[in-house]
Nanobody
């Protein structure tokens, strides 16, 4: 059984930082393209960033210059370093892994930016 698990969410003040992590079980993530989406209350899910297994990265417009997506050397863990967080970054952040027609999603981790 494949499981994708996110961690690292929490409550942070505006201007603060968080690092999200994403790992998997029952799956070799090293050959998968991976990334993060987020969904805020009442809004559609939107792309945060992706990193292909080749290393190529794509960022959503709001994430450029503030967020950094990366993977460990074995490509089995995905990270999202989020800096200078804003109120608008409050959302559930979801990790996904995809390869061809197969895609897997985590349950999400809550990020709340509040003073």
């Amino acid at each position: 059984q494949v499981r994708i698990v996110e961690s690292g969410g929490g409550l942070v003040q505006p201007g603060g930082s968080l690092r999200l992590s994403c790992t998997g079980s029952g799956i070799d993530l090293s050959n998968y393209d991976m990334g993060w989406y987020r969904q805020a209350p009442g809004k559609q899910r939107e792309l945060v960033a992706t990193q292909r297994y080749t290393g190529d990265r794509v960022y959503g417009g709001f994430a450029k210059g503030r967020f950094i997506i990366s993977r460990n050397n074995a490509k089995t863990t995905l990270y999202l370093q989020m800096n200078n967080l804003e109120f608008e970054d409050t959302a559930v952040y979801y990790c996904f892994a995809e390869m061809g027609p197969a895609d897997y999603w985590g349950q999400g981790t809550q990020v709340t930016v509040s003073s």
